[in-house]
């Protein structure tokens, strides 16, 4: 399994990112994706989920009205667009597919003024 988080950077508050992960190694039509994020200092949290045909989208009550996700399964690809950024979502970004116990190395979003 190969997970590559992309679109991170360095947004200001109330600002925008689209992350991607590309996928390969398992069929991914198959496995409904999460995406986590890690903040400084805390632990890995869930952020959000999406089924395996795309047909329904969990957000944790944090993050629900400020993100989407969505998926490409022609691309075996997963996105994860965040709007009004706050300082309190920096941290790594991951996706994950459901179930299965591997990691990619994430990607930096560090929302600063």
């Known amino acids: 399994v190969q997970l590559v988080e992309s679109g991170g950077g360095l947004v200001q508050p109330g600002g925008s990112l689209r992350l991607s992960c590309a996928t390969s190694?398992?069929?991914?039509?198959?496995?409904?994706m999460n995406w986590y994020r890690q903040a400084p200092g805390k632990e890995r949290e869930w952020i959000g989920g999406?089924?395996?045909?795309?047909?329904?989208?969990k957000y944790a009550d944090s993050m629900k009205g400020r993100i989407t996700i969505s998926r490409d399964n022609r691309k075996n690809t997963v996105q994860l667009q965040m709007n009004n950024l706050q300082p309190e979502d920096t941290g790594v970004y991951f996706c994950?597919?459901?179930?299965?116990?591997?990691w990619g190395r994430g990607t930096q979003v560090t929302v600063s003024s």
């Open positions: 994950k597919p459901e179930g299965v116990d591997s």
């Open positions: 190694g398992f069929t991914f039509r198959y496995y409904p």
């Open positions: 999406i089924t395996r045909d795309g047909g329904v989208k």
